[in-house]
């Protein structure tokens, strides 16, 4: 099925771990995104590529570096894990400067102890 | 202050009722109105969208929209169990890139 791919779906860091985060999209999204949510927090942006070759900064981005690799691939790297990005991490994707159709993942659980 | 507003709930209701979700924002900027559910351990998906103000009906589903407010509601009429879900209301204007902005989300539950 066409959509945003994540991987991993759970992971367990000990604090001070590093990790990447991988996001694929099949429908020749232009914009991609990286979401975190907590409880009660709705879902806040860390980073963004509005299209190839171009990364900004989100709400929240302290803590996270991105790549976009290519087209299809935005990826996540947490360089050392603290128990605060705790979360959940959702990828999403977008035509460039459509206002509404994201597409999501289904999201990675990361659990930092 | 958060820039959108919602209600977490948990707000559970029989089978059959209706459901009256809502959000409050402070951003005027804000052009388009978009409606998420999220099933346990899934991502949001898209289930309503309104540009500036007005109501949208799509089955079951109502969204409104009162700029002058700064309030969007929305209304699911003869609830079913499978409407089951965290809602999210989100937001974006042109002026900030489209980024959306998320409310916290309203977890509902349909009695049988």
């Known amino acids: 099925n066409a959509g945003v791919t994540q991987t991993p779906k759970f992971q367990v860091l000990k604090t001070g771990q590093s990790m990447t985060l991988q996001c694929a999209q099949d429908m020749n999204h232009n914009s991609m995104y990286w979401y975190r949510q907590d409880p009660g927090m709705g879902l806040r942006l860390i980073y963004y590529s509005a299209s190839e070759g171009t990364t900004d900064k989100g709400e929240v981005p302290n803590g996270y570096n991105v790549s976009r690799l290519n087209k299809r691939e935005f990826s996540l790297r947490l360089e050392s894990a603290a128990p605060s990005q705790t979360s959940v991490y959702f990828c999403a994707s977008v035509e460039r400067g459509a206002n509404y159709g994201y597409t999501f993942g289904s999201g990675t659980r990361l659990t930092v102890v | 202050q958060k820039e959108v507003e919602q209600d977490p709930g948990p707000l559970s209701v029989p089978e059959g009722a209706i459901v009256s979700l809502n959000c409050t924002y402070s951003n005027s900027a804000f052009q388009y109105f978009m409606w998420y559910r999220q099933y346990s351990r899934k991502g949001p998906e898209l289930l309503m969208y309104?540009?500036?103000?007005g109501n949208k009906e799509d089955g079951r589903f109502t969204a409104q929209v009162d700029k002058s407010s700064k309030y969007i509601s929305l209304f699911i009429r003869d609830s079913q169990p499978s409407d089951s879900a965290t809602y999210l209301c989100a937001m974006s204007a042109e002026a900030a890139g489209n980024k959306l902005t998320f409310g916290g989300g309203t977890r509902v539950l349909v009695k049988p």
């Open positions: 309104t540009y500036s103000s």
